[in-house]
């Protein structure tokens, strides 16, 4: 499939039969969507996109709402199809991955926020944050650690990647009428994707995330949590040497924070073997968004 823009809305609304109207509330409601637009301003679609037209139009003709189909694409439904993942898309995206990190190790900012540009004008904001940013985050950690790339390459690439990501994140509004959260790693914890892939689930709901991530001293984490008064704090462990620390840290926070609902995720929790939970069943917050809502939806009937 071709990056660049090339059938205009018309061409779109006949190839798919829908009207162009309701192409342009999609884009302005949901923009899962967003065409890029040549110099008078008309929009033009890719073939990634027109895929995911496709995707959602069947999914409403088969009884879903376009609201359902969305929530279905942005929570990787979408991306799980055969099709699609053995489409050139994924090959795309892939390319474009590499073509941001050869970028961000060679100093070339200005290219490397073209090539973000582009990637958003593709892909739904889940698919750019988690699949391309969040994984290039990971995978300049594992650089690093094999020693690949020195500090300098390091430090530059994933400060520039934490701060795209944060803008981001911040980008979405807030509901004044929800509660503060607050989301860091446990202790020891150095692996941060799946933290990132549910601040911004929160996010997305209209939660105000306090994003701490990894590396911070569990007594910073405390003074933290006293100065902002978070009704939620999530902590991530994914390394399984970790989880009875980190279990033993969240006991005794829960003993000073008692006006706090804490969450426990991550690998390390999600793989435990029931009888080992005994005692924090009550933290462990799952690993599908059903587990989230219902876990988010249980705490805040607490308040």
């Not at 999530?234 to 003993?255: G, N, P, R, Y």
Request: proline content about 2%; charged content about 25%; some cysteine.
């Amino acid at each position: 499939m071709a990056s660049e823009g090339k059938y205009n809305i018309k061409a779109v609304s006949k190839m798919l039969g829908i009207q162009a109207g309701t192409l342009r509330a999609w884009e302005r409601r949901y923009a899962i969507v967003q065409p890029k637009r040549n110099e008078a301003g008309h929009r033009l679609y890719t073939d990634d996109q027109i895929y995911i037209l496709k995707w959602l139009i069947n999914k409403v003709n088969k009884g879903f709402t376009i609201s359902q189909a969305v929530d279905l694409a942005q929570s990787g439904e979408l991306y799980k199809e055969p099709a699609f993942v053995q489409s050139s898309a994924e090959d795309q995206a892939s390319r474009l991955s590499e073509q941001i990190l050869e970028a961000l190790l060679t100093f070339q900012e200005r290219k490397a926020q073209d090539l973000i540009s582009q990637a958003f004008s593709m892909y739904t904001i889940e698919k750019v944050v988690i699949d391309i940013l969040g994984s290039l985050l990971v995978k300049i950690g594992y650089m690093w650690e094999e020693k690949k790339i020195t500090v300098a390459h390091e430090h530059y690439a994933s400060s520039f990647l934490r701060v795209k990501i944060g803008q981001i994140l911040h980008s979405f509004s807030v509901d004044p009428y929800l509660p503060r959260v607050m989301a860091f790693c446990g202790p020891g914890e150095e692996h941060e994707l799946g933290l990132l892939i549910f601040t911004l689930y929160l996010r997305r709901n209209g939660f105000e995330v306090i994003y701490l991530g990894q590396g911070i001293p569990q007594s910073d984490l405390e003074k933290v949590i006293a100065d902002s008064s978070p009704k939620f704090v999530f902590v991530s462990c994914t390394i399984e040497d970790h989880a009875e620390k980190t279990v033993q840290w969240l006991q005794s926070l829960e003993q000073k924070f008692a006006d706090v609902s804490f969450g426990a995720g991550g690998t390390a929790f999600n793989m435990m073997a029931d009888e080992l939970k005994t005692g924090f069943e009550h933290m462990i917050v799952g690993s599908t968004r059903q587990e989230w809502e219902d876990w988010i939806e249980q705490n805040m009937r607490k308040s």
